[in-house]
């Protein structure tokens, strides 16, 4: 019986615009200015073209394989990766220093791209298995686990931007069964440590001690609140005392920098108003060793990005003509910062609509995803959509200077094999499971 | 809750993002222009072309004043590392401390963009590197444009260029630092033609002004505009010529064209060669010409005040003539001078009585003194200091005692008293005898060689003048500014003109003072002066035009410690009237010994210019 390819076209298509726009941009971002336009391979965006190439034979493999096969090597596929990550810390630590990639010829390959893979994998394949389910302690646990383990080695690695992409699974968790407060927490969290850096400390917890009072007053018939707001305040208190502490203790100078300018906060007057304060942990300014270090600046990049893009106005300079883009004003702009080029290229009208492009495919990958029959699928689903979700969302907060500098990439449009082959991969494994679930239908009539 | 209904809270979670996206970006990219202006800023630098600017040809089309090229030797200290400072010292003949003088200074100022690290190579040095500079990548020859001068004289007039300072900066936008304007002359009164307009290339730039290609296109590129060619009206062979015959003497001749003002040659002596103050040794240079006790760079011409002597007469007789006091019949007497009491004017021997005619022939210092009292004296006047207020104004009108307008720099107005600084001197009525030496052009009375040229102009013409220039046409499309056309009267009738032309017509021959100096064939109308000098010996002074009638060339001619007029001024102002009067330049002149005695003629001591060129470099 010849079985039908079911693909989800309009996903494939929003993919391919979304490499072929990334590859444009990147040979604006790289090229040099009076350079006529061809391909050269010994460049960035020459290399850009040989990793489609890459990514599309992946792409074509993946689709022949049976999809049962990635239900079944899951694990493999998760242990092996692990292993890898565990190699580059061990290899690392000998060479004095974290190294996040594994060199094959004039390449480098990234194993922390491919583990966010291997953990949706894994978590599709522990969640999606008989009788299981998101509930009782043991198997939250076992979850947790799943993603928290790759996420520590590589926030050991390093690699910050990419451990933080691990807490997007809470987005599947969410789905599938996580209670809503969850969310609610860790945006709550968010928001008293965004307060806590703009204002001094002491008056966060007054205005918490005040509302807490009032919560009290009014809630004074019933005791369950009452102690709610107890519990609240208390533990608000202590999260916003080892904040400071967290702050200004244990993260380096250029985490601080990069926190502050993001809150349009200057470092020094930062120190001075916290110093002033109450608070159980002496603020005093890292010392800083390294002379290089402390004359970097690190409101630089979101300046040189913001200037770039509103450069864009309605319509942008067009196709290769980006000023900024061509004077290499911003840097990292053909990996991280590759959104400037959309923003001075292309303009306002342009930088929307790949936004709205953009979040048409992450939203139609969680629609295919909630249509599965299967939990493997489903969770696998919705873990590419909140995969793209995190990074699309971080990485142009941060272009647009909304967000921390967090050097993540923007999936399918960044610069770099590892990145590009491992959200292929991510998208097009879903989308063979979503083309099975079509035949399963099929086959069951 | 149906868990499955959770996709429409993530679902919202993303419509949420996208707004908030997008009306951020709507902020950074249309609301708030200031990223647009600074990007403008921030990616490009323009950098600026020059224009050539004008050339100065003379009123034949010879060319005085072009653009050559010099040499610059450049370095980008960043990349200058590892190469033979020792060699490249060497080279350049530079010590090496001097070397990294300048190195670091270069370094300091940017470490990644061009400075410049020997200022105009001589010639020699520049073909030398060209052999040698492979070997130095961090250094390479800019060519820029500098300022040549085809005649080693006629300093004064074409003037020279200097750096702009901050001051001039903030007046004038079109400059910026380090850029060269003129500073004195042609070069400076015409500054806004010769410059021309800048061009403009914006190229673009990277985080360290790197250069990285030209900007958007070229689409604000702009091309320079060459500054416009001046034709001036200096006769060049005519100023060469008197530069000549002036040479050894301190003084100044002014050559007009009366029927239109232009200025026909500006003589100043001692000179320089305008060529030495261009370029590097120009600091060095102007430094010794400043110290010259000579003062080189006085401009004698427009600046210096000389009492006129003998040739004011010609002045006081058409005032007298216009008030009423004097007729061309008027006879006075004199008995070797002029005699009042205590006051005596001396006079040489010559015939008595003698009219008015005769008395600018034979420059009768009596009959002047009887002139000037009856104008102070005018019984139509309540005052002698209202007939002297009335008197100053007749002076004004012949451009006495005020600018004449030229289109050159630091003119000075000459000294024409007030009355106020007579009643400083003699009291509050002070009489025509207090100031009698004016009558003969001496005392509290200067004037500058260019307003005794232009007196003899106004003579010549019968009444009035035009500004005189030195600039024909501006430009291409021969621009003449309007104010050169313009016809100034004098307050003295046209019909009093005709006796005082008669009386100067006779000077130049047997019988005037300067009888033996006329040229044969041409009718020179000349009045001579010896002006007192508290300093030193008389000035030689002379005025004059020809031919009688619609005169070509009115001149002054001015020799400090010259003696009588008749010695020096006279036969100089005679031999380049016969010149400019032959078309042909080539021609001997009818007067050759006269000629030889001028060009011979030394007043100021052999070694004087010997010792002042041993001061000047090269």
Not at chain 1, 110 to 127: D, G, H, I, R, V
Not at chain 1, 138 to 148: E, H, P
Not at chain 2, 80 to 94: G, N, P, Q, R, S
Request: proline share 4%.
């Amino acid at each position: 019986m010849e079985e039908k390819l079911h693909i989800d076209w309009l996903t494939v298509i929003l993919y391919i615009l979304i490499v072929l726009f990334g590859a444009i941009n990147i040979y604006s971002a790289n090229s040099g200015v009076d350079e006529a336009l061809r391909l050269d391979f010994s460049k960035e965006y020459g290399k850009q073209v040989l990793f489609i190439g890459v990514s599309a034979i992946i792409v074509f493999l993946i689709l022949l394989t049976d999809y049962k096969f990635f239900n079944f090597s899951a694990y493999g596929i998760y242990v092996v990766i692990i292993g890898l990550l565990m190699v580059l810390l061990a290899t690392g630590s000998f060479n004095k220093g974290a190294q996040a990639w594994f060199k094959i010829g004039s390449f480098k390959l990234q194993p922390s791209e491919f583990a966010k893979y291997a953990t949706a994998l894994a978590l599709s394949k522990f969640l999606g298995t008989f009788d299981i389910k998101f509930e009782g302690r043991r198997n939250i646990m076992i979850a947790l686990g799943i993603i928290g383990f790759p996420m520590l080695l590589t926030l050991l690695q390093n690699d910050t931007g990419s451990a933080l992409v691990f807490t997007c699974f809470i987005l599947v968790l969410f789905r599938e069964g996580l209670s809503g407060w969850w969310l609610v927490l860790v945006m709550y969290m968010v928001t008293l440590f965004v307060l806590t850096i703009l204002l001094p400390s002491i008056s966060i917890i007054i205005s918490l001690a005040v509302l807490s009072a009032l919560v009290v007053y009014l809630a004074r018939k019933k005791q369950q609140l009452f102690w709610l707001a107890i519990i609240v305040f208390v533990s608000s208190s202590v999260y916003i005392l080892s904040l400071d502490y967290v702050f200004a203790r244990i993260l380096k100078p250029h985490q601080q920098q990069r926190i502050l300018v993001t809150l349009n906060q200057d470092v020094d007057e930062y120190y001075v108003k916290k110093s002033k304060s109450f608070s159980i942990f002496k603020f005093k300014k890292a010392e800083v060793t390294d002379k290089k270090e402390s004359k970097r600046d690190y409101s630089y990049n979101v300046r040189q990005s913001k200037i770039s893009i509103g450069a864009g106005r309605w319509l942008g300079n067009g196709f290769n003509n980006g000023t900024q883009t061509k004077a290499k004003l911003v840097p990292e702009q053909h990996t991280d910062f590759i959104f400037c080029t959309v923003g001075e290229e292309y303009g306002f009208l342009g930088s929307t609509l790949f936004v709205l492009v953009y979040l048409l495919l992450i939203g139609r990958i969680f629609y295919l995803a909630e249509r599965q029959k299967n939990e493997f699928s489903r969770v696998f689903g919705y873990s590419t959509a909140s995969i793209l979700f995190f990074h699309f969302f971080i990485n142009i907060g941060m272009a647009i200077g909304l967000l921390p500098v967090i050097g993540i990439p923007l999936p399918f449009m960044s610069y770099g094999g590892s990145s590009l082959i491992s959200f292929s991969m991510l998208l097009f494994t879903f989308l063979k499971l979503d083309a099975n679930r079509v035949n399963e239908i099929s086959r069951l009539y | 809750m149906d868990k499955s209904r959770r996709l429409f809270v993530l679902l919202a979670m993303l419509v949420a993002v996208g707004l908030v996206f997008i009306i951020r970006l709507f902020f950074l990219q249309i609301v708030d222009t200031s990223n647009y202006y600074k990007a403008q800023a921030y990616g490009s630098n323009d950098i600026t072309i020059y224009p050539a600017r004008g050339t100065i040809v003379d009123r034949y089309g010879k060319l005085m004043v072009y653009n050559d090229a010099v040499y610059d030797l450049m370095v980008v200290p960043q990349k200058a590392k590892d190469f033979d400072k020792v060699a490249l010292c060497h080279e350049l003949m530079l010590d090496t401390t001097e070397f990294n003088k300048r190195l670091k200074k270069a370094s300091k100022y940017n470490p990644r963009e061009p400075s410049v690290i020997f200022k105009n190579l001589p010639f020699h040095l520049y073909t030398r590197l060209q052999e040698v500079l492979y070997q130095y990548p961090a250094f390479y020859i800019e060519t820029k444009i500098d300022r040549r001068y085809n005649i080693n004289g006629a300093a004064h007039l074409l003037g020279y260029m200097g750096e702009v300072t901050e001051k001039q900066l903030e007046q004038d936008k079109y400059y910026k630092p380090g850029d060269t304007k003129g500073i004195t002359g042609l070069e400076k009164s015409y500054e806004v033609y010769l410059r021309g307009h800048k061009g403009k290339k914006v190229v673009l730039v990277d985080k360290f002004s790197k250069t990285q290609g030209s900007f958007a296109g070229g689409k604000f590129d702009s091309l320079p505009f060459a500054g416009d060619n001046i034709i001036s009206s200096i006769d060049l062979d005519l100023q060469v010529f008197g530069e000549k015959l002036l040479a050894n003497k301190i003084g100044s001749i002014v050559a007009i064209e009366p029927s239109t003002g232009e200025v026909l040659s500006i003589v100043n002596s001692p000179n320089y060669d305008p060529n030495l103050l261009v370029g590097q040794r120009r600091n060095k240079n102007f430094a010794a010409l400043l110290l010259d006790p000579r003062k080189p760079l006085f401009n004698r011409a427009l600046k210096a005040p000389y009492p006129p002597g003998s040739t004011f007469k010609t002045i006081q007789a058409l005032i007298g003539m216009q008030e009423g006091v004097l007729t061309p019949d008027t006879k006075y007497p004199c008995s070797g001078g002029y005699h009042m009491g205590s006051i005596t004017v001396g006079c040489h021997a010559h015939g008595s009585p003698l009219d008015l005619k005769n008395s600018i022939t034979k420059s009768c210092n009596a009959y002047y003194c009887f002139v000037y009292r009856s104008i102070l004296d005018n019984p139509k006047y309540p005052s002698v200091q209202d007939a002297y207020v009335k008197w100053t104004q007749y002076l004004n009108s012949f451009g006495i005692g005020v600018l004449t307008g030229i289109d050159l720099p630091e003119e000075s107005k000459g000294i024409v008293k007030k009355p106020s600084y007579f009643e400083r001197e003699f009291g509050k009525n002070w009489r025509s005898s207090n100031v009698i030496s004016m009558s003969i052009g001496q005392g509290q009375i200067g004037l500058t060689p260019l307003q005794m040229a232009n007196m003899a102009c106004i003579i010549g013409n019968r009444g009035y003048f035009y500004t005189p220039h030195v600039v024909r046409s501006i430009g291409d499309k021969h621009i003449v500014p309007p104010a050169f056309s313009q016809r100034h009267y004098c307050m003295v009738n046209k019909m009093y003109f005709d006796t005082v032309v008669a009386g100067m017509a006779n000077v130049c021959v047997p019988g005037g003072t300067a009888g033996h100096t006329g040229i044969p064939g041409i009718t020179i109308c000349a009045k001579t002066g010896t002006a007192q000098n508290p300093h030193g010996k008389d000035h030689s002074i002379f005025i004059a035009f020809a031919p009688r009638d619609n005169p070509q060339i009115a001149i002054c001619v001015i020799v400090e410690n010259g003696g009588f007029g008749a010695d020096y001024a006279a036969p100089i102002a005679n031999l380049i009237i016969e010149r400019y009067l032959s078309k042909n330049r080539g021609l001997p002149s009818a007067k050759p010994d006269m000629l030889n005695r001028m060009m011979k003629a030394n007043l100021i001591g052999t070694t004087a210019k010997d010792s002042l060129n041993a001061k000047l470099s090269d």
